[in-house]
């Protein structure tokens, strides 16, 4: 298996990985950076990718394949720029790509792509999923084989603008005094075709059972949702922007509430974290990014991975990045 705290490859940028088990291989589904000089703002303006490259890996060696482009925007009639962090659902013997990016008017949307194989290519559908918003989108499926979609970011992900019910260009935080913007999640029609419900909040709440407040920047959520199941509990962990954390919270359900629980991973270098957590071969992995390599640009990031571990009353170990 690859070298733990090390990038999976660095011929290309990668970053946001949405790591799976298929065919007893681990696929990763990262964005893809694009290099350029232009400056960082609290827009994401620097994060300009166009298409989406697969990796994956397994424990017979420390190769990692690049898959290739498999989807780029240009084959996306409804979508102008910012193929931003996706994530695929395996149901119904297709492999759904679910992906956010800015549709032609620069609102975020979330699109889905279609493959018969998880290393794609994936064929777009031509319009993003009916009553999507925001960014970040990620898939659990129970083992009742419900597939829920948790999904939103703040500030360049739009979640902010949403808070009245529709898109609101001028919408804001709230006070921080006042219960943070909530993650979204919907839960997805069999086939696959769209939301079957609408989406609904995603409640974190304190040690009080009181909601996560806007201005607790350590605890409250950013972007970057990632849902798994451990021992019948749900664990919803997220990244917390601002202050640079994964954080998590349990709960008894996938539609929450959750209960804060802790940090899993401290701040790596480079102004966003996001990851996801994958059991293989009965090890439990992180995949994160950083930007290590490319010496600290926030827009040039790398995937990496390392194991995490489980404390016997089901918290995770914070895990404090280590640099090779
Ligand atoms: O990659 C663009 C954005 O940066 C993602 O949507 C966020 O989660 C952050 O990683």
Redesign the pocket.
């Known amino acids: 298996m690859k070298k733990q705290n090390t990038p999976l490859v660095t011929h290309i940028f990668t970053?946001?990985p949405s790591a799976h088990v298929f065919n007893d291989r681990i696929y990763i589904y990262p964005?893809h950076d694009i290099p350029h000089d232009g400056e960082d703002n609290d827009n994401?303006d620097e994060?300009q990718m166009r298409d989406y490259h697969i990796l994956s890996m397994d424990d017979k060696s420390d190769e990692v394949i690049d898959h290739g482009e498999v989807l780029h925007q240009d084959q996306i009639p409804w979508v102008k720029e910012q193929l931003?962090?996706p994530d695929v659902v395996y149901k119904n013997d297709t492999y759904y790509l679910v992906f956010p990016a800015r549709d032609k008017d620069g609102i975020f949307k979330l699109g889905i792509a279609e493959s018969k194989n998880p290393e794609g290519p994936f064929t777009p559908r031509k319009e993003p999923i009916p009553g999507s918003f925001s960014?970040?989108p990620c898939s659990f499926i129970d083992d009742d084989g419900k597939v829920y979609i948790y999904f939103g970011?703040l500030w360049g992900?739009q979640l902010e603008k949403y808070r009245e019910g529709s898109f609101n260009p001028n919408g804001t935080e709230p006070e921080k005094n006042e219960p943070a913007v909530c993650p979204k999640v919907a839960v997805m029609t069999d086939d696959m075709e769209g939301f079957a419900s609408t989406p609904a909040d995603v409640v974190i709440l304190d040690e009080n059972g009181k909601p996560l407040l806007a201005g607790d920047e350590d605890r409250r959520y950013f972007?970057?949702p990632w849902m798994h199941k451990y021992n019948g509990k749900y664990y919803f962990s997220y990244?917390t922007g601002t202050t640079h954390t994964i954080a998590y919270a349990i709960g008894d359900n996938p539609l929450g509430p959750f209960k804060y629980a802790g940090k899993i991973l401290e701040p790596v270098i480079g102004w966003?974290t996001?990851h996801s957590i994958v059991e293989y071969h009965d090890k439990w992995y992180l995949f994160y990014h950083d930007c290590e390599y490319s010496k600290g640009i926030n827009h040039r990031r790398c995937v990496k991975y390392c194991e995490l571990t489980y404390n016997a009353d089901g918290t995770i170990q914070t895990i404090t990045p280590q640099y090779n």
Do not use: L, N
């Open positions: 970053a946001d964005s994401g994060y931003w962090a960014i970040d970011g992900g972007e970057g990244s966003t996001h």
